[in-house]
């Protein structure tokens, strides 16, 4: 399958790797070479089954309007868009192509965000929660869109609005913690992302399950199918 990748940061860089390994033509478009999107017309476009994103949120809607309207499927990995995920929906629809996202492409992560939603009732018996992530100081966006996944999938579960603290600090990859605390006891849960190539693996196979579908998936939703 022949995959685009948009951005090269470690992440972009790692999903090569995986794609490669797994038997796939890459080709990679830094963002340098397509400012405001510039890059991405029908010519550079024609042979691409799916084009991966992994660039920055001021870049990412630029990127998605071409690439859908030349009927591309696109996996995107860039948070802090998700306001627009109302217009992005709509895009795919009129396009009919397939449109895979996520805060975080982790398998691992998927797992602990199940943990999450299973232990959120604990609010609803006299628990107060707290989220913690931890990132690295390159980081674009506070708090980290995976934060803000827990933030609603605790929300819908228990009705409770839970806050976040950030932390940029050196080259940390990425945590997350969620902690219950009450007068009898504390409960901590915790992902703390060793490397990215998590999110490269989890993101390459969403590419591979997207081929022949339609439509907008949360990876969320999708990822015990890959």
């Not at 707290?130 to 579960?157: C, M, N, W, Y």
């Not at 490397?195 to 339609?214: D, I, N, P, T």
Request: proline letters at 3%; hydrophobic letters at 40%; aromatic letters at 8%.
């Amino acid at each position: 399958m022949n995959l685009l990748l948009l951005g090269s940061g470690k992440t972009g860089s790692l999903v090569v790797e995986v794609a490669r390994e797994r038997g796939h033509e890459v080709r990679v478009l830094r963002s340098r070479d397509n400012r405001e999107a510039s890059a991405l017309t029908p010519e550079s476009l024609n042979e691409v089954a799916v084009v991966v994103d992994f660039t920055a949120p001021q870049a990412v809607l630029l990127n998605i309007e071409p690439c859908l309207r030349h009927g591309k499927n696109m996996v995107v990995g860039t948070t802090g868009w998700y306001d627009q995920l109302p217009r992005v929906r709509a895009m795919v629809e009129a396009a009919g192509t397939g449109f895979v996202y996520a805060s975080n492409f982790s398998i691992g992560m998927n797992l602990f965000l199940e943990i999450v939603r299973t232990s959120a009732p604990a609010l609803k018996y006299k628990y107060f929660g707290q989220i913690f992530e931890r990132h690295h100081v390159h980081k674009k966006d506070t708090p980290s869109g995976t934060a803000l996944s827990l933030q609603q999938i605790i929300r819908q579960a228990s009705g409770t609005e839970v806050e976040i603290t950030s932390f940029r600090e050196g080259e940390v990859v990425g945590m997350h913690e969620l902690v219950f605390e009450s007068a009898n006891d504390d409960i901590y849960l915790c992902h703390d992302a060793k490397s990215r190539r998590g999110f490269a693996e989890g993101a390459v196979r969403a590419a591979e399950w997207l081929v022949g579908k339609k439509g907008v998936y949360d990876f969320r939703d999708i990822w015990k199918q890959l």
